[in-house]
């Protein structure tokens, strides 16, 4: 099940192999639990989201790289 729900405001993790805005905030715009439907092979096992950044960015990220912004 995910953690996470579409339009949930999340940040990537400070120690995330990602390596792009991680202190900003960003939308959950897309869920991919179905990895033989999306088979995204650059990640682990689990689940990815899409996501939004403010400036209208979007990056792909797993699961276990996402934590709740809070009030950022």
Avoid: C
Avoid at 15 to 32: F, Q
Avoid at 37 to 59: K, M, W
């Amino acid at each position: 099940m995910a953690r996470f729900s579409y339009d949930d405001i999340v940040k990537i993790k400070v120690d995330a192999k990602t390596a792009t805005k991680r202190h900003d905030r960003a939308w959950v715009v897309g869920i991919m639990e179905d990895r033989r439907r999306f088979p995204l092979n650059q990640f682990p096992t689990g689940i990815v989201y899409s996501i939004e950044f403010e400036d209208g960015t979007a990056l792909d990220v797993h699961e276990n790289d996402l934590e709740p912004a809070g009030d950022a």
